[in-house]
């Protein structure tokens, strides 16, 4: 499985980024349940979800502190995986990884917690100036 976010970069507070992921591998010819989280991580401090999804009912999860901002959606076809961010903070300045885990379960709620999932990208930073 591969994983490769991108969509990263400098924005000022109040702005919006929307980070992708694109994700490949021939296990998901056989498999159509799977988590797909993002997390962040500041330097120095635990990696944290931001929000996951599942993909076979679409059911999402979104942490308390992006409630409201952050969405994310999935497009099976294309194999892709965003997080759209608005009203961004210098508090979401971090460096952002997506995550997949395959197979899952049908119908169970996606994964929140990094031991999870197995497969994940190199990450992609996002920094917010204020």
């Known amino acids: 499985v591969q994983v490769v976010e991108s969509g990263g970069g400098l924005v000022q507070a109040g702005g919006s980024l929307r980070l992708s992921c694109a994700y490949s591998g021939s296990i998901f010819d056989n498999h159509e349940d799977y988590s797909i989280g993002w997390f962040r991580q500041v330097s120095g401090k635990e990696r944290e979800v931001v929000s996951c999804i599942e993909s076979t009912d679409g059911r999402t999860h979104e942490s308390d502190s992006v409630k409201g901002r952050f969405t994310i959606s999935h497009d099976n076809a294309k194999k892709m995986v965003y997080l759209q961010m608005n009203n961004l903070t210098p508090r979401d300045t971090a460096v952002y990884y997506c995550?997949?885990?395959?197979?899952w379960g049908h119908g169970l709620e996606c994964g929140t917690f990094q031991f999870e999932y197995e497969h994940w990208g190199q990450g992609t930073q996002v920094t917010v100036s204020s």
């Open positions: 995550a997949i885990e395959v197979p």
